[in-house]
């Protein structure tokens, strides 16, 4: 899968998913961008990267700020010149039902979970129009393609935003040869679900929907991530892809 040289921007970088994203995408040549707002995480990845022999450049931003968004956009331009891949890929989930969530704790679902991958798509849209040509991934959820029951409606809501907001930016940006995707993992583990998982009925719960009968990995998401990214992607433009194992099956 060729992605050497791409210019790759991972929000969420320090994350579970993210950091993996980044290592997979740095193995095949692409200089690798992590942004995350967990300065000390970051820094740590950054050295993991560096004692497996990959590389990658940290930047600490919070991607719910239009300023810290121009001000990194900034810096990584000049530093590489160009952006050719963003992955809005950072994302929390507050684990409460409707009746129990606060309308400000909605809100902040809504800001951060849509409201970065808005701001970071805002921000390179520009730059990619400039360089004739990129690609966005959207990182969603099984749970931005179905109302799944043991997850928070306002993580369902926020991520099935991203689901529709990604094949928007896919019908009106496609002319400009920037294409945008959304993935759609099933449960993964990663700090977002190490708590959650740690209840065993919950953990049944969470693998007793999976057809192949194992919970998804971090690697499993890169690979699809990294084929998105690619040359050979470059057709693939508006898709939701299920990385689940066949959870969305029935
Ligand atoms: N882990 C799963 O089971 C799973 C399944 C489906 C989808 N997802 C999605 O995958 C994405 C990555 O999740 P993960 O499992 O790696 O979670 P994670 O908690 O390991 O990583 C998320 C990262 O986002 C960063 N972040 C959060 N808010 C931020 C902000 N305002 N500014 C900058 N950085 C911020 C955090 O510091 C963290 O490093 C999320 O969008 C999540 O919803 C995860």
Same mark, same amino acid.
Request: aromatic share 6%.
């Given at each position: 899968?060729?992605?050497?040289?791409?210019?790759?921007?991972?929000?969420?970088?320090?994350? /579970?998913?993210?950091?993996?994203?980044?290592?997979?995408?740095?193995? !095949?040549?692409? @200089?690798?961008?992590?942004?995350?707002?967990?300065? !000390? =995480?970051?820094?740590? &990845?950054?050295?993991?990267?560096?004692?497996?022999?990959?590389?990658? #450049?940290?930047?600490?931003?919070?991607?719910?700020?239009?300023?810290? *968004?121009?001000?990194?956009? @900034?810096?990584?331009?000049?530093?590489?010149?160009?952006?050719?891949?963003?992955?809005?890929?950072?994302?929390?989930?507050?684990?409460?039902?409707?009746?129990?969530?606060?309308?400000?704790? *909605?809100?902040?679902?809504?800001?951060?979970?849509? /409201?970065?991958?808005?701001?970071?798509?805002?921000?390179?849209?520009? %730059?990619? @129009?400039?360089?004739?040509?990129?690609?966005?991934?959207? &990182?969603?959820?099984? $749970?931005?393609?179905?109302?799944?029951?043991?997850?928070?409606?306002?993580?369902?809501?926020?991520?099935?935003?991203?689901?529709?907001? &990604?094949?928007?930016?896919?019908?009106?940006?496609?002319?400009?040869?920037?294409?945008?995707?959304?993935?759609?993992?099933?449960?993964?583990?990663?700090?977002?679900?190490?708590?959650?998982?740690?209840?065993?009925?919950?953990?049944?719960? =969470?693998?007793?929907?999976?057809?192949?009968? =194992?919970?998804? #990995?971090?690697?499993? %998401?890169?690979?699809?991530?990294?084929?998105? $990214? +690619? !040359? !050979?992607?470059?057709?693939?433009?508006?898709? +939701?892809?299920?990385?689940?194992? /066949?959870?969305?099956?029935?």
């Amino acid at each position: 899968m060729n992605v050497q040289d791409k210019v790759i921007v991972i929000t969420g970088g320090a994350g /579970g998913l993210g950091s993996v994203m980044g290592k997979t995408l740095s193995k !095949e040549g692409a @200089k690798v961008c992590l942004l995350d707002i967990d300065e !000390e =995480r970051g820094q740590k &990845t950054v050295e993991e990267f560096a004692s497996e022999g990959l590389s990658a #450049t940290f930047y600490q931003i919070d991607l719910t700020s239009e300023e810290d *968004w121009q001000s990194v956009a @900034k810096k990584i331009l000049e530093k590489h010149g160009r952006i050719d891949v963003l992955i809005n890929n950072a994302g929390i989930n507050i684990r409460k039902p409707v009746e129990e969530m606060s309308f400000e704790e *909605w809100n902040t679902m809504m800001r951060v979970n849509t /409201g970065s991958t808005f701001l970071g798509t805002k921000t390179v849209l520009p %730059v990619m @129009k400039e360089q004739k040509g990129g690609a966005i991934i959207n &990182t969603s959820s099984v $749970c931005g393609l179905i109302g799944h029951k043991y997850t928070p409606e306002a993580y369902t809501a926020a991520k099935g935003a991203i689901t529709l907001f &990604t094949k928007a930016i896919a019908s009106r940006y496609g002319s400009f040869n920037i294409r945008c995707n959304s993935i759609h993992p099933s449960t993964v583990m990663t700090p977002l679900v190490e708590k959650m998982l740690q209840d065993p009925q919950r953990a049944a719960e =969470r693998l007793g929907e999976v057809p192949l009968g =194992r919970l998804a #990995t971090a690697e499993d %998401v890169a690979q699809a991530v990294l084929y998105l $990214c +690619s !040359e !050979e992607a470059s057709f693939i433009n508006g898709i +939701s892809m299920p990385i689940d194992g /066949g959870v969305t099956c029935y």
